[in-house]
């Protein structure tokens, strides 16, 4: 007589069935995450890939920070968890200057869906030797899928050495890469030059956005250019960019700049 209950054959089917949804999981997972800067995501295919680690470079006031709280922004707007690691920015500061552009980080902090870490450079190195530590375990508790780390110049600059730094990046990388998060590291450059040699991380980095603050006709206005989108056919205009209250960055995708004939 036939057991009743499931056959094998279902059970192989269920099986199957599951491993599927896993993949699709997977795939979904590898699908884009949006930015929230206005104009953005159509120019990158979407948004930013799940699981990367995105550079943001830029000069002083470049607009690097209201980036990455924008990117958080619209992270916590959808649902999701985030965290904000930072050596420089003061919190109660931070989270007022972000209100001109709508944004209440307070009220998600409140709501457990945003945490903010205050490190200074030493608390990261040994949290990179430490392999994660407290921060290992906010991101598995809470499902963290956003981290921003501002700035990761403070960071770099602990290490003498070329060799040390480029170990210390490689280590940190390899943390964000564990905790599977899509992160958003911003570094700082002093010269435009220097955008691309300030950013040591930057073979290491599956993404870098560099953000232009240039001077024109006794002016300053704003660019943003997408250097490296690893797996993205992504735009190569450097386009203008602008900061609005109520909005944060707004990509211009049009107007074209000619950096070169702008630079002084
Ligand atoms: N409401 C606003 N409207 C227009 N521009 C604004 C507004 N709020 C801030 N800004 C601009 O944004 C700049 C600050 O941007 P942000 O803090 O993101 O720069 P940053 O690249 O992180 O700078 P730093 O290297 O000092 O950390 C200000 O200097 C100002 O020019
Ligand atoms: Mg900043």
């Known amino acids: 007589m036939k057991k009743k209950g499931v056959s094998k054959k279902a059970v192989k089917r269920n099986t199957i069935g599951s491993k599927k949804i896993e993949a699709i999981k997977i795939i979904k997972k590898s699908s884009r995450v949006k930015t929230g800067v206005k104009n953005l995501d159509p120019l990158i295919q979407g948004g930013l890939k799940s699981s990367h680690i995105n550079l943001v470079v830029g000069s002083a006031g470049s607009g690097k920070t209201i980036f990455a709280m924008q990117f958080l922004m619209e992270g916590l707007k959808a649902g999701e968890s985030c965290i904000y690691i930072t050596f420089e920015e003061k919190k109660e500061k931070l989270y007022h200057d972000m209100t001109v552009f709508g944004w209440n980080f307070d009220e998600y902090e409140k709501k457990k869906k945003l945490f903010y870490l205050e490190y200074n450079p030493e608390q990261v190195k040994s949290l990179i030797e430490e392999g994660g530590g407290t921060i290992d375990q906010i991101i ?21 050495d ?27 450059a002093t010269e435009i030059e220097d955008q691309l040699r300030g950013a040591s991380l930057q073979f290491e980095a599956d993404c870098i956005i560099l953000l232009y603050h240039f001077k024109q006709k006794g002016e300053r206005r704003r660019a943003i250019e997408i250097l490296k989108m690893r797996g993205t056919n992504h735009t190569n205009k450097t386009m203008a960019i602008e900061i609005i209250s109520q909005k944060g960055l707004v990509v211009f995708p049009n107007k074209v700049i000619d950096l070169k004939s702008n630079i002084n």
């Open 140 to 160: 598995t508790e809470h499902k963290i899928t956003r981290l921003v780390i501002d700035s990761v110049t403070s960071f770099s600059l602990l290490y003498q």
């Open 162 to 188: 070329e060799l040390a730094k480029k170990e210390a990046g490689l280590a940190l990388f390899g943390l964000i890469n564990k905790w599977g998060c899509t992160a958003v590291l911003t570094s700082q």
